[in-house]
């Protein structure tokens, strides 16, 4: 019997995996490995390892989360180490639970190597912390992918009452729809949100406005996923933090001398 490794690589900056992370791409004899992870990691595998692609875009799956399981089965009872590489880290909103049960079901050994989520990286690359003293003492992690139904309405209400930050994943296709959902539970228009695209890499871009108006700033700067929302009085800080795409002007500027 093999053993899976379900392995977090981190936001997209391949330097921010973990060391053991990388140790698992290293000793794999198969990866099976999602769209959002820097390729660049790829490139520390065997030479002779089976690199299997699996991601998914939104409303198309070039795979199955049934035959990613079942693949994952299959490889490691022929003896194999398997790599499961998912961006960010594989319990956050990445399905490794559902990938977690489908091993505990067929008695395969497994470990997991939680990687560094993009709720908290891309906010620091673009100089929002998720947490301040002055400005939020409670942070919640929300998917913006799911179905606008009732629930969501109850969840929405108390995220808007109870939270002072709120990190969405996967949430640009919604904005309208959660904008609205907030500021009808509670939420001041004026409180400020970002949003960071391609957030930890070297084409990472932030807009910055409030509930009332990102809405229209999103659109005319043609922001899509994937993005990472951040709502909440913390966003203040961007301006004075922004330290990571103030470094990517700075390079572009000596690059062009």
């Known amino acids: 019997m093999g053993k899976v490794y379900l392995v977090g690589a981190g936001p997209g900056d391949p330097e921010l995996i973990t060391v053991k992370g990388l140790k698992c791409i290293q000793q794999a004899d198969v990866i099976l490995y999602d769209r959002l992870i820097n390729e660049q ?8 390892a ?32 398997v ?9 956050m909103f990445g399905r490794g639970g559902e990938e977690a049960q489908a ?7 497994f470990e997991i190597v939680p990687g560094i989520t993009s709720g908290i990286a891309v906010p620091a690359y673009a100089g929002i912390p998720v947490t301040h003293r002055d400005f939020s003492a409670s942070v919640a992690f929300v998917t913006g992918h799911r179905r606008c139904d ?5 969840q929405w209400e108390h995220l808007a009452k109870g939270v002072d930050t709120l990190v969405i994943y996967m949430g640009v296709k919604q904005l309208p729809f959660i904008c609205k959902q907030l500021k009808l539970y509670g939420k001041r228009p004026q409180t400020p949100v970002a949003i960071i695209q391609w957030g930890t890499l070297p084409e990472q871009k932030t807009i910055v406005a409030t509930l009332d108006t990102v809405v229209d700033v999103a659109k005319k700067q043609e922001i899509a996923n994937p993005s990472i929302i951040i709502v909440g009085e913390v966003v203040r800080l961007h301006e004075q933090l922004q ?3 103030m470094m990517m002007d700075e390079k572009m500027a000596h690059g062009m001398r």
């Open 41 to 48: 990691l790829l490139s520390y595998a065997k030479r002779d």
């Open 243 to 245: 330290w990571f795409e």
């Open 103 to 109: 091993l505990m079901k067929h008695r395969i050994p």
């Open 83 to 91: 790599t499961r590489l998912k961006g960010g880290d594989p319990f």
């Open 50 to 81: 089976d690199l299997i692609y699996c991601g998914k875009l939104p409303n198309y799956h070039t795979m199955k989360q049934e035959t990613i399981n079942y693949l994952l089965v299959k490889h490691a009872k022929k003896g194999k180490t």
């Open 150 to 154: 009732a629930t969501d309405a109850v």
